[in-house]
T-cell receptor, first 114, second 112 residues
């Protein structure tokens, strides 16, 4: 069964450094999402992406964040200058569209900012 | 987004049915009711969704009240693998996709 994959599974970085989290959505899906979950807290929506542009974003998704679909298969989340409070699990999800509303989530990347 | 209210936790015995309630009294006519679950140390997983009618799939059943102000996720025979946090989420569909707003969910514990 097709699945969403994410790399790396765990990323450790120093405060102020840039990180790129990578996701490979399911191949025929059209909608892509990033969510995050700080340890012990709720899953929070960050951004949705459709037709090569951001379609919705939350207040969390400020100028430090950006998303890209560089090559038609990967979907990346970049954090330009990481802060301690960016430490969280980051989940990528994809959705087929066309009336199929189920979102398929990846296993997540644990980001630790020191 | 309309809010949902779920019990913080529930317990069930293995092999027995589980009814997970969700209140959504401010639901609008275009809101879909989604259920996702999150097993320990994993990403959320889709369970089921519905709009007005009851729905069944291989994982669960969704019973939606006639006024749509509440719904119940039914696991017909709980297994130890069903121990997870279950989220009831309302979401409107549009061309932008459907952003999911997760609440605290219900932590389901399954006893052998």
């Amino acid at each position: 069964e097709p699945e969403v994959t994410q790399t790396p599974s765990h990323q450790v970085t120093q405060m102020g450094q840039e990180v790129i989290l990578r996701c490979v959505p399911i191949s025929n899906h059209l909608y892509f999402y990033w969510y995050r979950q700080i340890l012990g807290q709720k899953v929070e929506f960050l951004v949705s992406f459709y037709n090569n542009e951001i379609s919705e974003k939350s207040e969390i998704f400020d100028d430090q964040f950006s998303v890209e679909r560089p090559d038609g298969s990967n979907f990346t989340l970049k954090i330009r200058s990481t802060k301690l409070e960016d430490s969280a699990m980051y989940f990528c999800a994809s959705q087929k569209g066309g009336g199929e509303i189920e979102q398929f989530f990846g296993p997540g990347t644990r980001l630790t900012v020191l | 987004d309309a809010k949902t209210t779920q019990p913080n936790s529930m317990e069930s015995n293995e092999e027995e049915p589980v009814h997970l309630p969700c209140n959504h009294s401010t639901i609008s006519g275009t809101d879909y009711i989604h259920w996702y679950r999150q097993l320990p140390s994993q990403g959320p997983e889709y369970v089921i969704h519905g709009l007005t009618s009851n729905v069944n799939n291989r994982m669960a059943s969704l019973a939606i009240a006639e006024d749509r102000k509440s719904s119940t996720l039914i696991l017909h025979r709980a297994t130890l693998r069903d121990a997870a946090v279950y989220y009831c989420i309302l979401s409107r569909l549009n061309n932008a996709g459907n952003m999911l707003t997760f609440g605290g969910g219900t932590r389901l514990m399954v006893k052998p």
